[in-house]
């Protein structure tokens, strides 16, 4: 009876979702290209909608939005706005002030831009990806995943309610998700990473050096943290309520118990690790 029950709940949330999708049936596609010479500053936010940020080898950023809603009006309220000042370009899909409560609407963005950009890309509610991208780059949304792969530099990423899943970062990292799963892969110099809900699963790859001390906490998970072999730090790692195992060759005294303080390979600059509840793995990458 209850795996009867959750079929139909789970059958239940996909018609409410393809439903809600076929609402929002009536389209538009707007565009805009801008010519850069050096490197560009770009910032695009929408209200509602998906965020996908791609490189590109040319000195333009490519901007299109797609314009969603039930009926033309809907789409009559959604305002896209553009400019370009120098190398710093704005692209923002935004409602009228005409827009009333039950407006059913979203503007997704698709955004090229050179490899090596500072962007800044914004989503009330929805997911974003973001690709093969140098320099500074900081993604937020209120309620989505974030997904992103080949990133360097300095990196910011935040979502309110959604996983984070990171690959092949190099540089300074800074993860957060109010509520999520976190999955990060990368070669880091700073790592700041926290979820106030869901399990973290960190890699961190050889030739990655401790510029600063690196912090990684959630609320209520487990967390399974991978370093290199010959990787130096002072660990400070507690779980308040479950185990921790290691297979690296820490330096501590008394017993392995739900707290680890000591050195890896000599110590270095302090690493944290914390759950408040769930177990915490320590492995060989």
Not at 61 to 71: D, P, T, Y
Not at 75 to 102: H, M, P, V, Y
Not at 147 to 169: E, F, P
Not at 184 to 207: H, I, K, N, Q, W
Request: aromatic share 4%.
């Amino acid at each position: 009876m209850g795996q009867a029950s959750g079929i139909l709940m789970l059958l239940a949330g996909c018609t409410a979702t393809i439903r809600a999708q076929s609402y929002l049936r009536v389209t538009a596609q707007e565009e805009k290209s801008f010519r850069v010479s050096g490197v560009p500053r770009v910032l695009v936010s929408t209200f509602d909608g998906a965020v996908r940020v791609e490189s590109w080898d040319r000195a333009e950023v490519l901007c299109q939005a797609e314009k969603r809603g039930r009926s033309q009006g809907d789409l009559d309220r959604i305002e896209i706005i553009s400019s370009q000042t120098g190398d710093e370009i704005r692209f923002e899909a935004k409602l009228t002030s005409r827009a009333n409560w039950n407006l059913h609407a979203r503007a997704n963005l698709t955004i090229h831009v050179p490899r090596e950009s500072i962007l800044s890309a914004r989503t009330g509610d929805g997911s974003i990806e973001a690709h093969g991208l140098s320099g500074e780059t900081s993604l937020r949304t209120g309620d989505g995943s974030i997904t992103a792969s080949n990133l360097s530099g300095s990196v910011i990423v935040r979502t309110g309610d959604g996983s984070v899943d990171l690959s092949d970062v190099r540089g300074r990292l800074q993860a957060q998700t109010g509520d999520g799963k976190m999955h990060l892969r990368g070669r880091f110099t700073e790592l700041d990473a926290r979820t106030g809900d869901g399990s973290m699963e960190v890699t961190v790859e050889p030739g990655s050096q401790m510029n600063a001390p690196w912090s990684l906490k959630t609320g209520d998970g487990s967390i399974m943290l991978a370093l290199p072999a010959d990787f130096a730090a002072d660990l400070d790692v507690h779980t308040s309520d479950g185990s921790i195992s290691t297979e690296l060759p820490v330096t501590f005294s008394g017993k392995l118990g739900n707290t680890l303080r000591g050195q890896l390979n000599q110590g270095g600059r302090l690493l944290t690790v914390r759950t408040g509840d769930g177990s915490i793995t320590l492995r060989r990458n």
